[in-house]
Nanobody, 121 residues
Framework: QVQLVESGGGLVQPGGSLRLSCAAS????????MGWYRQAPGKQRELVAT???????NYADAVKGRFTISRDNAKKTVYLQMNSLKPEDTAVYYC???????????????WGQGTQVTVSS
């Protein structure tokens, strides 16, 4: 059973920083793209950033220059360093990953349970 578990959310003042982590565990043969999404109250879930297995990154315009996505393939973990946080960054942050559990099972998209990030003074 594959699981993604996020950590690192919390309450931070505007201008502050947080680092989110998302670790994959279970039966895993390979991991392709990994990413972070967020969902604010009353809004649809939106892309924050993605990273390929080779390290290529993609960011939403709203977070470019402030957020950095990275991954540690040995630890099966993806990170999101968030700097210069704004109140509009407040949301539940979800990680996802394209994972192939074994050589006989095709790629599947898995999601974490989400972690709350609140930016407020």
């Amino acid at each position: 059973q594959v699981q993604l578990v996020e950590s690192g959310g919390g309450l931070v003042q505007p201008g502050g920083s947080l680092r989110l982590s998302c670790a994959a565990s279970g039966s895993i043969f390979s991991i392709n793209d990994m990413g972070w999404y967020r969902q604010a109250p009353g809004k649809q879930r939106e892309l924050v950033a993605t990273i390929s297995s080779g390290g290529s990154t993609n960011y939403a315009d709203a977070v470019k220059g402030r957020f950095t996505i990275s991954r540690d393939n040995a630890k099966k973990t993806v990170y999101l360093q968030m700097n210069s946080l704004k109140p509009e960054d407040t949301a539940v942050y979800y990680c996802n990953a394209d994972i192939r559990p074994s050589t006989t099972i095709r790629l599947r998209l898995y999601w974490g349970q989400g972690t709350q990030v609140t930016v407020s003074s």
